[in-house]
């Protein structure tokens, strides 16, 4: 007979249980309306102390009894009598529990998984009273089981599960311990480099009682060693985050060992079509890499991570790559699992540039796969060609990046991509065919021009076009003629690349020429030369299904009804243009149909549209890094504010979105700071003029939405002994400054280099003892 002196058998709990608040709430519904429910999840993840939580919570609902069962270090064959002894009986299971409400808890399943669902068949078949909560890596697979993953604590801000956890063990293992403004983002990114798994934040948390947060934050490549302080009395597959991983790593087959190192190859995730191209081979076939993929997401080892592209996405916690690549590297498999990962990203890209080869007919749901494929993929391109740079091979990473430059072009985070081409460009491998550098040379110029770097997008596309050229490669010529009109301004080559994409029969090339061509009727003013461009694009794309070469054309033939005046049809162009790229992040055009959209808002006065769609702009334009997008938002931002009666934020945005590009002021500048010279006065102009050319893109982006503006210098006075040291260039130089003009705008402005310009503004601001060019400005004005 079950005891009864006392019901249950739950050990009391250590210390304070943080978070999981709404996990419990749910857990708590499915024990009422499910007999048998299985906590499935990594090692570490919380699963014993999540039950006995839960156990404890509804305890009263199971008056006969509840009681745990630890199976962890149980071997086969002992799970009955294990069982029997934590209930205190001797005889048969199913005939003592018989109609009594018993809620059991089976804690790690793992090593007798298959034993356990036995005994939940028969004992749920012969007990209707009983309820089963179980913990496991991987489901027990009886009838009626509801499998419940559960997740790692939340991450996101400073109440999130994981920070509330860190923090209270940490002020336990350190009495005192508090976070501060330095060192709380400092705690949420070691608890977002953790995954929020609560075994290594509490590990992470009783070292800081020999170490700081930051040094935590620093040594977390080597997280193996640092966390390892665990408490002596825990269990020993919980004292240390290897151990901990070591307990399921060897619970595997070795087709799931195998499967587990070699998908540490992977840098952030993958497909299974991926999978296979990269991790079959030697003990492990192709047919058997999908059976053994779905072992490791039931053991809580791989996570199913959403789909991208259609396709199911997988990838590993950070803590369970960590270890599966030092089992890659012991392996001395490592480098062919990297030209495999490599080869296989290649090829992915070969056959996009296949569905758009001259000829080809490809609808437009199959190149938006590969665009957000890629786009999902982006982590794993990124490491292909470092690897490739590494190991001084560099002929398929440059293939890899020119087959799929029509999409770093399209996507708005592209930029970190020109430093692996340098490093891939230098290595000057003579393996590499002519024509294959050319093109990458002509990709570097486009990425350079992306950045606003024209004279450096000049000088590679025309290298890249001169060895396109003497490798008679047609389509890396009439690319690298196109990319040298834009680089340059010069339209010459635009004729020659027209006939080239005729002649190959290349509508894209074709379409990429004529755009270029509206580019230039639109930035001159010639604006029915533009028109019949944009329409031409717009015509070449629509034969093609390709609705980003459709947007583009939408969007110039908008600027073009904007500067008519038709500002409907300059609503309907954007709105179109932001349609057809609803299932793709091309955030350059995105963002270019967003700002569209809030300009002409602005022009008709509808400031709460404006505002909601310039917002949109920004911070997309913001969160891709795309710095010139940004300070053109910021122009729009400008007058906006202006509208809006915020003059301070208007002159300060005005300057930053000059002082981004460079550029000096301009007529349309000078109309929104005349008005505002009347209200403010000239002085006080002149200094925010001065912050605003000071700040940094992303401080420009804050005081666009709504942040803090910055307080302004009282006006200081130079005493008249130094004001008599300044030269009569350094006067005018002065001058220059006070008018918000940048090193660059003032070489330009006296026929001087940059570095001599800056040289005199240091000189000046030695002179007259200030520190800021906002100083010299507020100097100047004072003394007219």
Known sequence: MLRTADFRNLPAEPNLFVGRESDLDELAHLGRVSRVVTLCGAGGIGKTRLALRLAARVAAEHPDGVWLVELADVEKGELRERVRAALGVAEDLADTIGGRRVLLVLDNCEPVVGECAELCRDLLGACPRLTVLATSREPLRVPGETVWRVPP????????????????????????????????????????????????????????RVLSVRQLVERLDDRFRVLAGGARTAHARHRTLRAAVDWSYRLLSPQERLLLRRVAAFRSCWTLDLAEAVCAGSGLPEEDVLPRLCDLVDKSLVVLDGEVAGQARYRLLETVREYALERLAESGEEAALRRAHLAALAGLAGRFKDVLAPGTRTSWPVVERFVNLFDGLKAEVGAACDWAA???????????????????????????????????????????????????????????????????????????????????????EAVGLIMLAQATGDQESLAPALEAARRRGDPI?????????????????RLHEARRAFEEVLSLSERLDNHLGQSYGHVGLAQIARRTGDRPAARRHY??????????????????????????????????EARARLTEALVLSRDAGLRDSIARRLAAWARLVAAEGDDRRAVLLAAASLGLRDRRPDARTEELLAPVRERLGEAV????????????????????????????????????????RLTAREREIAELVARGLSNRAIADELVISPATAARHVANILGKLGFSTRTQIAAWVIGAR
Do not use: K, N
Not at 173 to 182: I, K, V
Not at 442 to 464: K, P
Not at 510 to 521: I, K, N, P, V
């Open 509 to 525: 090339l074709e379409s990429l020429a004529q755009g270029t061509r509206a580019d230039f009727g639109l930035r001159a003013g």
């Open 153 to 208: 604590l939340s991450l996101v801000g400073e109440e999130s599960e994981a920070v509330r956890l860190f923090v209270t063990r940490a002020a336990a293992a350190r009495p005192g311990f508090e976070l501060t403004e330095e060192t709380l983002p400092l705690a949420i990114e070691l608890c977002q480099a953790l995954d929020g798994l609560p075994l290594a934040i509490e590990l992470a948390a009783a070292m800081v």
């Open 575 to 608: 709105e179109a243009g932001l349609r057809l790229l609803r299932h793709i992040d091309a955030r350059q055009q995105i963002v270019s149909c967003l700002a569209g959209l809030g300009r002409v808002a602005l022009e008709e006065g509808d400031l709460a």
């Open 390 to 476: 590494a190991s001084g091979s560099p002929q398929t990473a440059l293939r890899l990046l020119t087959d799929v430059r029509y999409l770093l072009m399209a996507s708005g985070r592209r930029l970190d991509i020109a430093d692996r081409l340098d490093r891939l460009l230098a290595l000057d491998a003579p393996d590499v065919p002519e024509g294959l550098r050319g093109q990458a040379m002509i990709l570097r110029g486009e990425l350079a021009l992306a950045a606003g770097e024209t004279g450096l997008a000049a000088r590679c596309v025309q290298i890249g076009l001169a060895l396109c050229v003497d490798a008679q490669d047609a389509y890396g």
């Open 685 to 724: 102009v002149a200094l925010l003029w001065a912050e605003g050319l000071a700040m940094t893109a992303d401080q420009a982006v804050s005081c666009a939405l709504g942040g803090p503006l910055p307080e302004l210098p009282a006006a200081p006075v130079a005493p008249a002994a130094q004001d008599s």
